[in-house]
């Protein structure tokens, strides 16, 4: 079975995917691992994922910070914050 990689919001437009599945990768043992894996494909990756932006995560709709352990079949979001009024 595959992972589950959730986009939401202006991570779904400025990336061009609100879905995908991957095979868990290699080294990827935390959610904050696969971020910095994405991070390396580079381009608008490397943009919107990069270190310092705020990127909220969830791992099977449960919100995390990025030391959360993730397993083969985790769904894992990542979302902007978000504002409202």
């Known amino acids: 079975m595959a992972m589950t990689v959730l986009y939401f919001a202006s991570l779904r437009e400025g990336l061009g995917v609100a879905r995908e599945t991957l095979d868990q990768p290699d080294g990827v043992r935390v959610a904050g691992d696969l971020l910095a894996w994405l991070r390396r494909r ?7 994922l990069a270190d310092g932006r705020a990127v909220r995560i969830a791992v099977d709709q449960q919100m995390v910070d990025a030391a959360a352990p993730l397993h083969a079949t985790a769904e894992v979001a990542f979302f902007p914050p978000v504002t409202g009024g």
């Open 42 to 48: 580079g381009g608008a990756w490397q943009q919107l």
